[in-house]
Protein backbone atom coordinates (compact mmCIF):
# COMPACT_ATOMS: atom_id res chain seq x y z
CA UNK A 1 0.00 0.00 0.00
CA UNK A 2 1.95 2.70 -1.34
CA UNK A 3 1.90 6.05 0.97
CA UNK A 4 0.65 9.77 0.62
CA UNK A 5 2.42 10.72 -2.96
CA UNK A 6 3.21 14.42 -3.21
CA UNK A 7 4.85 15.99 -6.84
CA UNK A 8 7.21 17.22 -7.27
CA UNK A 9 9.24 17.36 -4.24
CA UNK A 10 10.88 20.66 -5.67
CA UNK A 11 9.36 23.59 -7.18
CA UNK A 12 11.18 26.47 -8.60
CA UNK A 13 9.44 29.16 -9.66
CA UNK A 14 9.95 33.08 -10.49
CA UNK A 15 7.67 35.76 -8.76
CA UNK A 16 4.53 35.77 -10.60
CA UNK A 17 4.40 32.54 -11.90
CA UNK A 18 1.62 29.52 -10.86
CA UNK A 19 2.75 26.52 -8.85
CA UNK A 20 0.58 24.01 -8.39
CA UNK A 21 1.51 21.17 -6.15
CA UNK A 22 -0.24 17.74 -6.13
CA UNK A 23 -1.04 15.12 -3.69
CA UNK A 24 -2.25 11.43 -4.29
CA UNK A 25 -3.63 10.33 -0.72
CA UNK A 26 -3.33 6.71 0.29
CA UNK A 27 -5.18 4.21 -1.26
CA UNK A 28 -8.76 4.11 0.37
CA UNK A 29 -8.33 7.56 2.21
CA UNK A 30 -11.13 10.06 1.34
CA UNK A 31 -9.33 13.23 3.40
CA UNK A 32 -6.63 15.26 2.56
CA UNK A 33 -4.97 17.88 4.38
CA UNK A 34 -2.53 20.43 3.16
CA UNK A 35 -0.32 22.09 5.67
CA UNK A 36 2.73 24.79 4.96
CA UNK A 37 6.18 24.57 6.66
CA UNK A 38 8.38 27.54 7.01
CA UNK A 39 12.48 26.87 8.41
CA UNK A 40 12.58 25.94 12.15
CA UNK A 41 8.76 26.09 12.67
CA UNK A 42 5.46 23.13 12.87
CA UNK A 43 3.36 23.08 10.45
CA UNK A 44 0.51 25.33 9.79
CA UNK A 45 -2.67 23.88 8.35
CA UNK A 46 -3.88 25.43 5.26
CA UNK A 47 -7.05 23.28 4.06
CA UNK A 48 -8.61 20.13 4.58
CA UNK A 49 -11.05 18.67 1.97
CA UNK A 50 -13.69 15.56 1.17
CA UNK A 51 -13.57 13.96 -2.33
CA UNK A 52 -15.32 17.02 -4.59
CA UNK A 53 -15.25 19.04 -1.12
CA UNK A 54 -13.80 21.74 1.18
CA UNK A 55 -14.33 21.29 4.45
CA UNK A 56 -12.32 23.67 6.33
CA UNK A 57 -10.00 26.44 4.45
CA UNK A 58 -9.75 28.63 7.74
CA UNK A 59 -5.87 28.32 7.58
CA UNK A 60 -5.20 29.22 3.47
CA UNK A 61 -5.08 33.04 2.72
CA UNK A 62 -7.88 34.07 0.85
CA UNK A 63 -6.27 35.47 -2.27
CA UNK A 64 -3.87 33.55 -4.87
CA UNK A 65 -4.11 29.98 -2.86
CA UNK A 66 -6.84 26.84 -4.07
CA UNK A 67 -7.11 24.13 -3.24
CA UNK A 68 -9.24 20.86 -4.83
CA UNK A 69 -9.84 17.47 -4.44
CA UNK A 70 -11.70 16.21 -7.33
CA UNK A 71 -13.71 12.78 -7.56
CA UNK A 72 -11.05 11.33 -9.82
CA UNK A 73 -7.03 12.48 -9.58
CA UNK A 74 -4.93 13.48 -6.95
CA UNK A 75 -5.89 16.58 -5.01
CA UNK A 76 -4.33 20.15 -6.11
CA UNK A 77 -2.89 22.84 -4.24
CA UNK A 78 -2.52 26.33 -6.20
CA UNK A 79 -0.98 29.21 -5.66
CA UNK A 80 -1.33 31.56 -8.15
CA UNK A 81 1.28 34.65 -8.97
CA UNK A 82 3.43 33.62 -6.23
CA UNK A 83 5.58 35.82 -3.65
CA UNK A 84 9.00 35.14 -2.29
CA UNK A 85 7.12 34.73 0.69
CA UNK A 86 5.53 31.59 -0.36
CA UNK A 87 8.67 29.90 -0.38
CA UNK A 88 7.82 26.99 2.38
CA UNK A 89 7.66 23.31 2.26
CA UNK A 90 3.69 21.99 2.06
CA UNK A 91 2.92 18.43 2.93
CA UNK A 92 -0.11 16.59 1.92
CA UNK A 93 -1.63 14.27 4.72
CA UNK A 94 -4.49 11.72 4.35
CA UNK A 95 -6.85 10.38 6.52
CA UNK A 96 -9.20 7.25 6.32
CA UNK A 97 -12.10 8.05 8.41
CA UNK A 98 -13.89 11.61 8.89
CA UNK A 99 -15.62 10.30 12.09
CA UNK A 100 -14.61 7.59 14.75
CA UNK A 101 -11.52 6.98 16.83
CA UNK A 102 -8.46 7.76 15.60
CA UNK A 103 -8.36 10.58 13.00
CA UNK A 104 -4.82 9.44 12.16
CA UNK A 105 -3.28 11.60 9.41
CA UNK A 106 -0.46 9.96 7.20
CA UNK A 107 1.94 12.95 5.65
CA UNK A 108 3.66 12.49 2.23
CA UNK A 109 7.15 13.40 1.84
CA UNK A 110 6.03 17.49 1.10
CA UNK A 111 6.98 20.03 -2.12
CA UNK A 112 9.78 22.26 -1.15
CA UNK A 113 8.73 25.65 -3.11
CA UNK A 114 11.05 28.49 -3.64
CA UNK A 115 10.49 31.44 -5.63
CA UNK A 116 13.20 33.16 -6.88
CA UNK B 1 -8.82 24.62 19.69
CA UNK B 2 -6.65 23.13 22.54
CA UNK B 3 -3.66 24.72 22.72
CA UNK B 4 -0.41 22.95 23.21
CA UNK B 5 2.59 24.02 25.43
CA UNK B 6 5.86 21.63 25.18
CA UNK B 7 9.70 22.54 25.67
CA UNK B 8 11.42 23.84 22.71
CA UNK B 9 14.84 21.25 22.64
CA UNK B 10 15.80 18.40 25.16
CA UNK B 11 19.32 16.50 24.90
CA UNK B 12 20.05 13.26 25.78
CA UNK B 13 22.23 10.02 24.92
CA UNK B 14 22.07 6.73 23.83
CA UNK B 15 20.53 4.50 25.49
CA UNK B 16 18.17 6.80 27.54
CA UNK B 17 14.61 7.14 28.21
CA UNK B 18 13.19 10.73 27.23
CA UNK B 19 10.26 11.93 28.07
CA UNK B 20 8.74 14.44 26.96
CA UNK B 21 6.02 16.18 28.47
CA UNK B 22 2.80 18.01 26.52
CA UNK B 23 0.58 20.66 28.15
CA UNK B 24 -2.89 21.16 27.32
CA UNK B 25 -5.25 22.75 30.15
CA UNK B 26 -7.90 23.47 27.66
CA UNK B 27 -8.32 20.30 26.43
CA UNK B 28 -12.17 19.15 25.50
CA UNK B 29 -13.79 15.64 25.97
CA UNK B 30 -13.75 14.96 22.43
CA UNK B 31 -10.49 15.78 22.32
CA UNK B 32 -7.40 12.92 21.89
CA UNK B 33 -3.98 13.67 22.29
CA UNK B 34 -1.58 12.33 19.06
CA UNK B 35 2.34 12.59 18.87
CA UNK B 36 4.00 12.78 15.23
CA UNK B 37 7.49 12.55 14.71
CA UNK B 38 9.43 14.42 12.03
CA UNK B 39 12.71 14.14 10.55
CA UNK B 40 14.41 16.82 8.50
CA UNK B 41 12.87 17.13 5.11
CA UNK B 42 10.24 14.63 5.35
CA UNK B 43 6.69 14.77 6.43
CA UNK B 44 5.11 14.05 10.08
CA UNK B 45 4.92 10.43 11.03
CA UNK B 46 2.17 8.85 13.52
CA UNK B 47 4.22 7.78 16.78
CA UNK B 48 0.88 7.08 19.22
CA UNK B 49 -2.18 8.26 20.26
CA UNK B 50 -4.19 8.19 23.36
CA UNK B 51 -7.10 9.67 25.10
CA UNK B 52 -6.20 8.87 29.06
CA UNK B 53 -4.63 6.73 31.00
CA UNK B 54 -1.60 4.50 29.18
CA UNK B 55 -0.98 3.53 25.94
CA UNK B 56 1.85 1.76 24.50
CA UNK B 57 3.06 0.55 20.96
CA UNK B 58 5.83 -0.97 20.05
CA UNK B 59 7.71 2.20 19.39
CA UNK B 60 6.85 4.75 22.53
CA UNK B 61 4.40 5.01 25.72
CA UNK B 62 1.59 7.66 26.84
CA UNK B 63 0.95 8.37 29.42
CA UNK B 64 -2.16 10.76 30.48
CA UNK B 65 -3.16 11.86 33.86
CA UNK B 66 -6.35 11.63 35.32
CA UNK B 67 -7.25 14.89 34.10
CA UNK B 68 -5.96 14.73 30.73
CA UNK B 69 -4.44 18.40 31.23
CA UNK B 70 -0.78 17.46 30.07
CA UNK B 71 0.58 13.89 28.47
CA UNK B 72 3.64 12.67 28.40
CA UNK B 73 5.49 10.70 25.62
CA UNK B 74 8.21 8.06 26.96
CA UNK B 75 11.01 7.06 24.66
CA UNK B 76 12.98 4.27 25.97
CA UNK B 77 16.17 3.20 24.91
CA UNK B 78 16.97 6.12 22.59
CA UNK B 79 19.21 5.95 19.63
CA UNK B 80 20.86 8.51 17.54
CA UNK B 81 17.89 7.95 14.63
CA UNK B 82 15.62 9.46 17.27
CA UNK B 83 17.06 12.78 16.91
CA UNK B 84 13.75 14.34 15.51
CA UNK B 85 11.34 17.11 16.37
CA UNK B 86 8.15 15.91 18.30
CA UNK B 87 5.20 17.32 17.77
CA UNK B 88 2.13 16.94 20.57
CA UNK B 89 -1.21 17.32 19.07
CA UNK B 90 -4.45 17.98 20.38
CA UNK B 91 -7.60 17.07 18.23
CA UNK B 92 -11.33 16.47 17.38
CA UNK B 93 -11.44 12.79 16.28
CA UNK B 94 -14.35 12.75 14.72
CA UNK B 95 -12.89 14.94 11.80
CA UNK B 96 -14.82 17.90 12.36
CA UNK B 97 -11.75 20.17 13.53
CA UNK B 98 -8.11 20.43 12.33
CA UNK B 99 -5.04 19.35 13.75
CA UNK B 100 -2.97 22.19 15.54
CA UNK B 101 1.15 21.42 14.88
CA UNK B 102 3.20 24.04 17.70
CA UNK B 103 6.83 23.98 17.53
CA UNK B 104 7.60 20.98 18.74
CA UNK B 105 10.26 19.20 20.87
CA UNK B 106 13.60 19.06 19.38
CA UNK B 107 15.35 15.95 20.42
CA UNK B 108 18.91 15.57 20.10
CA UNK B 109 20.29 12.50 20.72
CA UNK B 110 24.48 12.17 21.12
CA UNK B 111 26.30 9.05 21.48
Known amino acids: NAGVMQNPRHLVRRRGQEARLRCSPM?????VYWYRQLPEEGLKFMVY????????ESGMPKERFSAEFPKEGPSILRIQQVVRGDSAAYFC??????????????FGAGTRLSVL | LAKTTQPISMDSYEGQEVNITCSHN???????ITWYQQFPSQGPRFIIQ???TKVTNEVASLFIPADRKSSTLSLPRVSLSDTAVYYC????????????FGSGTRLQVQP
Open chain 1, 93 to 106: ASSPNRGGVKNIQY
Open chain 1, 27 to 31: KGHSH
Open chain 1, 49 to 56: LQKENIID
Open chain 2, 26 to 32: NIATNDY
Open chain 2, 50 to 52: GYK
Open chain 2, 89 to 100: LVGDATGRRALT
